[in-house]
């Protein structure tokens, strides 16, 4: 299985916005097809965001369409996800994911996650 680690949550202002990065070993990244997940406090975890192998096909939850934006690069065996005009209700971990072909089914075991914390 792929090892991925996530980094660059933190807290930040309703408004603002973060940059998430997955960053992935163990495996041969630019073959996945990728996501990212979150979980808020007393909440099941969701799919936020998807993008598949190269990079051009994308897909995201409508929760955060239009805000969010999912990207990679192979070269450095990375996946990010740009959140802008965050709210208060993307307060989660968020969690990155190798995916199963053709969906939006996350692959594999689950890291630790990176906490992102919006205030009002």
């Known amino acids: 299985q792929v090892q991925l680690v996530e980094s660059g949550g933190g807290l930040v202002q309703a408004g603002g916005s973060l940059r998430l990065s997955c960053a992935a070993s163990g495996g041969t990244f630019s073959s996945y097809a990728m996501g990212w997940f979150r979980q808020a406090p007393g909440k099941e975890r969701e799919f936020v965001a998807s993008i598949k192998q190269r990079g051009i096909i994308t897909n995201y939850a409508d929760s955060v369409k239009g805000r969010f934006t999912i990207s990679r690069d192979d070269a450095k065996n990375t996946m990010y996800l740009q959140m802008n005009s965050l709210k208060p209700e993307d307060t989660a971990v968020y969690y990155c994911?190798?995916?199963?072909?053709?969906?939006?089914?996350?692959?594999?075991?689950w890291g630790q996650g990176t906490q992102v914390t919006v205030s009002s």
């Open positions: 994911a190798r995916l199963v072909i053709g969906t939006t089914s996350p692959f594999g075991s």
